[in-house]
């Protein structure tokens, strides 16, 4: 046979690494560490500024056109915490089916196999990702509650204000508040999530340069220790969670700070103009007045 088969299959072996998959080239590696850095730096936060000057600016030339905008972000809102407030369901009947299985039927594991693909997990590995669903709900529905108006809020002086006093309130609310914790939770986010995906961990404060240089021993590194030996191990999803809420919080300061805008030059006759809440139907009110 020869003795160079053995050699090369140990070489593969060792470029493999640790993470058990196909070795990275050096290109991908820099390709990650530039996804990495542009992520959280200051070009990605220039160019996300100069849209939103540039399509503010455009927006007040032809009104029409931060309508449009305002109905695309406040329908985005909506479309994904309605299909994500479906979470609570899938929460319920999971825990639901986990109390059955562990205490009548004493069962120590649930299979499940959608097209032949078998996955079976502990049920305490079931009970901790129910976990992931709560998050999902916090993380992905909390914009469309806000376009929903179900917040709860405190209003000592908002209520008792004019129509115009309250929409300057909502802008500066959306520039000096929503906008700047969502661009620091997502720079905070950012990095936490890379540092357990890949190793050596990236810093905020690594430039481009020093990246490239990490790039050659870079490898995956995902995260997939779990609080108990069987339990969930899939706690980077939160972080992944964590950044989608941030870009969802950002998104919605814009439409909101349109929104708010627009009904100012427009007069009180504009407020709520195509927005899109949901109903209960007939009697809506007289069961709201109950809470």
């Known amino acids: 046979m020869g003795r160079g088969v053995p050699v090369k ?15 990275l080239e050096l290109s991908e590696k820099q390709a990650i560490m530039r996804i ?28 029409e056109i931060m309508w449009g905008a305002v109905r695309v ?10 299909f994500f407030a479906w979470a609570g369901l899938l929460m319920v009947l999971q825990q639901i089916v986990i109390v059955f299985l562990q205490r009548i039927f004493r069962v120590s594991e649930i299979s499940f196999g959608p097209l032949g693909y078998s996955f079976t997990k502990d049920l305490s590995w079931w009970s901790e990702e129910l976990k992931l669903y709560n998050a999902m709900i916090v993380a992905m529905c909390a914009t469309y509650t806000f376009v929903q108006g179900g917040h709860v809020r405190v209003d000592l002086i908002y209520s008792a204000v004019s129509h115009r006093t309250k929409r300057i309130i909502d802008m500066v609310g959306s520039l000096i508040f929503m906008m700047p914790v969502a661009v620091l939770t997502w720079m905070y986010a950012w990095y936490f999530l890379w540092r357990h995906l890949i190793t050596p961990k990236p810093s905020a404060s690594d430039t481009l340069d020093k990246l490239m240089l990490k790039a050659r021993a870079v490898r995956w590194n995902v995260e ?54 949901d109903t209960l139907g007939e009697g809506e009110e007289a069961y709201e007045g109950t809470h």
């Open 9 to 23: 299959w140990h070489a593969h072996k060792r470029a493999e690494g640790q993470t058990g998959g196909p070795a």
């Open 36 to 63: 990495v850095y542009y992520g959280g730096s200051v070009e990605f936060f220039t160019a996300v500024f100069v849209a939103f000057l540039a399509l503010t600016a455009v927006g007040i030339w032809r009104r």
């Open 73 to 82: 972000l406040e329908g985005f809102a909506n479309s994904v915490g309605r």
């Open 224 to 277: 997939t220790i779990g609080f108990s030996p069987n339990g969930f191990n899939g706690y980077f999803l939160f972080k992944v969670l964590l950044l989608a809420y941030c870009g969802l919080i950002f998104l919605q300061a814009i439409a909101f700070f349109y929104r708010s805008f627009l009904e100012l030059i427009e007069g009180e006759e504009s407020a709520g103009k195509y927005l899109d809440r």
